[in-house]
């Protein structure tokens, strides 16, 4: 059973199919939370970008690690963060993943390898290579992957990591989602260049995929983690993409100018990454309207139960909010200099 | 016991505690070279793969240092002087100091990032920097500031085995300083205050380098029947209040020395801590000797202008005995 000539047994493409509709119908459940003030705070949609996540991730295992972005919902289930958990995070609620310590913007499950999402741009980076040294020096095949916007291409970090990570041959794959827009400003007004070709001087294979084919995402990937766990060295991969919802959910409430084309929003819908994958399937008679409509059941189900777990779930005690700065306790009874 | 320079001090306890836990990994700047000396043999001793030479990029080290704690590494970070510890900062501030507050405590985060800190060397104004108070209002890092060479080992030791992110700076220009350290396995908890030198008449809280002028003021007030109680922290985070409120209760005066600038110094905090739970003891106002809000200066006479040294720790504490309530 082949898509395209990927040589991808059917059940991981119907499996990968099920992770983008997971992903996206989580989220449109966010939006709409969102638009009815039930979220205390920002939440960065990663629709239309599917794919990535989903085409990558299908090649880790729990023990591999990832860093993740301020648009981290995807990463985090595509690696298999539990949606119930991530709900009720984002709700701001004593079971969510983080017990409403983090939110949105910092979904984590290390139990999952998932280091997570991450309110600064580019803060991933340096993480993940340190996470790929680690498994370097664990010498057990496990690799990193960081996921980083084309905005995040932009900070010098991103140099520092190319440069440690060809010089020590760690397996890190850097993975950059290039969405055309780094917060409000259309890439091409910010991002000189390629962001592929700047790994290539460094001696790093880059490679430039089309982010909305889910398929030349996991070819892409397939080829970075073997070579990474096979000990050959890191690799980047620019996925071209597109954010096509805004930069931060009630970003009309204070972006009063439009920063983007709405024709262009609607040429990158029609490329959306989730039907595209759906019409493909069924062209090439990999799954039935049936059974892609089952997953769309199944999923709603999945959706329906995380919010009623997130509802459900009480708000944290606001006695622990200084519960947990540090894992060895200091001595005494003040846990540190002002406590009261 | 033997006597040995901080330095080596600061080596020993690397090598024991690289030697005790196969999973300490060291990395940072020229730490084969050993510019200061306290990472010197270990490359040779545990070879490339637990200790590295990074290129200049303090951006990646200190993020480097999370991600590594965070795949279960035990990490040493040499971030060699304190000023480079700026351009490290967005993983220290946003990362290491809040990846587990952020996640509910998901993971631990045993990394210790040696630096050297403060001036006096005519190193000029970005190698000179005091740089604790800065880490301290992170809130998620711990601050070592060993004031001898025995607390140097033992509090290393700790900072090593510690699972949160630990500062552990070394006073600059104070490696060379010799003193007896044990050579059994002691361990310093953090957190526990070392009085240095007991006495009546007023308590003199000194701060990682300041604690050798401290002593030499100490002693010569000594001369004069003046008993000075000299207070070492030796960390900042967490902070053994307790014995500085146990010293100030017995003599009801404090004076504070730290190589701080002035506004946000550590003597500052401890300052407004020690007026909060112990004003009813205090006989007189509490005096801080830190560094005025300038650069550190290179010529060796404008940088004595601006340390605190042994005439201002004297005078402050003459000060504060001869201050009479105005009537």
Redesign the interface.
Known sequence: MVAGGSNLPREELLEMYRRMVLIRRMEEQLARDCAAGKLPGPVHLYVGEEAVAVGVCQHLSDRD?I?STHRGHGHFLAKGGDPAGMMAEIYGRAD???????GSM?V????KGI??A???VG?G???????????Q??GDGRV?VCFFGDGAANQ??LM??L??AA??KLPLLLVCENNGFSEFSPSATVTAGSIAQRARPFGVPAVEVDGNDVVAVWQAANAAVRRAREGQGPSLIEARTYRTRGHVEYEVTFITEPYRDEAEVEAWRGRDPIPRFARRLVAEGLASAAELEAVEGSVARIVAEAVRFAEGSPEPAAATAR??????A???S?????SG | MARKRLIQAMNEALLEEMERDPRIVLFGEDVKASLFGDTKGLWKRFGPDRVRDTPICEALISGMAVGAAAAGRRVVCHMMFGNFIYTGMDAIANQAAKLRYMTNGQIKLPITYLAVSGGGRSAAAQHSDAVHPVLANLGGVKVVMPGSPADAKGLLKAAIRDDDPVFFLQAAGRGGEAGEVPDEDVVIPLGTASVRRPGRDLTLVAIGAMVRPALKAADALAGDGIEVEVVDPRTIVPLDLETILGSVRRTGRLVLVDEARDTCSVASHIAALVAERAFDALVAPVRRVTVPDCCIPYAPVLERAVLPGVEQVEAAIRATLAWRRPA
Do not use: K, Q
């Open positions: 690690w860093t969510g993943i983080c017990g409403g310590f983090g910092h984590a499950d290390f139990s280091i997570g991450n309110g600064i803060g980076i340096a993480l993940a290579t340190g996470a790929a040294l680690a498994a020096l664990d990193a010098g970090v520092e990591a440069n440690v010089l020590w519960g947990h700065m540090f894992a060895t200091p001595r005494g003040a846990p540190w200099p002002g």
